[in-house]
T-cell receptor, first 114, second 113 residues
């Protein structure tokens, strides 16, 4: 079974530039999560999709972050414009759905904003 | 809202000794609990979960965790530590009301040869 795929693995941009991350979840997984992990901290949930609908985006800084999930499969997370404090690893995860199913994670995208 | 606390930033254990990584949680309904491990420059790997049933759950790489409802804890354990167990460990809780998975801040486990 293929895992969660993310790209790119690494990205370096200047502040005020824009950047996009891509995620392909495990086939058949209805729930998709984007997390932000700042160095030394635990993953922080940014947004959660159920199929192509947003379930929770309460922690997403909507003035600069946006995300979409096309046709309930792939997802993109965008930052525009980026700030220095956005430097982090962005993790995508997917799960079959509710009822206690665990989430499976991609390897993440390490973003450095200079 | 649910929350997870991992009170120790780092745990040091000699190789061959038993290890425990602590986790306590807060959730309104029945907790669904998870442990994940993260190696350098890698994503999170699922270790084990508690959904219902036996309070002692077994997972990957010889790890197990004990669910204690009265103490709202879900501590990760292993009878005999290996140097290769050195990594960052995260406890997580899932709230079925909104399906969110919330993580603790992590505990760095360092196994001394």
């Amino acid at each position: 079974e293929a895992g969660v795929a993310q790209s790119p693995r690494y990205k370096i941009i200047e502040k005020r530039q824009s950047v996009a991350f891509w995620c392909n979840p495990i086939s058949g997984h209805a729930t998709l999560y984007w997390y932000q992990q700042i160095l030394g901290q635990g993953p922080k949930l940014l947004i959660q999709f159920q199929n192509n609908g947003v379930v929770d985006d309460s922690q997403l800084p909507k003035d600069r972050f946006s995300a979409e999930r096309l046709k309930g499969v792939d997802s993109t997370l965008k930052i525009q414009p980026a700030k220095l404090e956005d430097s982090a690893v962005y993790l995508c995860a997917s799960s079959l759905g509710p009822q206690g199913r665990e989430a499976f994670f991609g390897q993440g995208t390490r973003l450095t904003v200079v | 809202a649910q929350s997870v606390a991992q009170p120790e930033d780092q745990v040091n254990v000699a190789e061959g000794n038993p290890l425990t990584v602590k986790c306590t949680y807060s959730v309104s309904g029945n907790p669904y609990l998870f442990w994940y491990v993260q190696y350098p420059n890698r994503g999170l790997q699922f270790l084990l979960k508690y959904i219902t049933g036996d309070n002692l759950v077994k997972g990957s790489y010889g790890f197990e965790a004990e669910f204690n409802k009265s103490q709202t804890s879900f501590h990760l354990k292993k009878p005999s530590a290996l140097v290769s167990d050195s990594a960052l460990y995260f406890c997580a809780v899932r709230d079925l009301r909104d399906d969110k998975i919330i993580f603790g801040k992590g505990t760095r486990l360092h196994i001394l040869p």
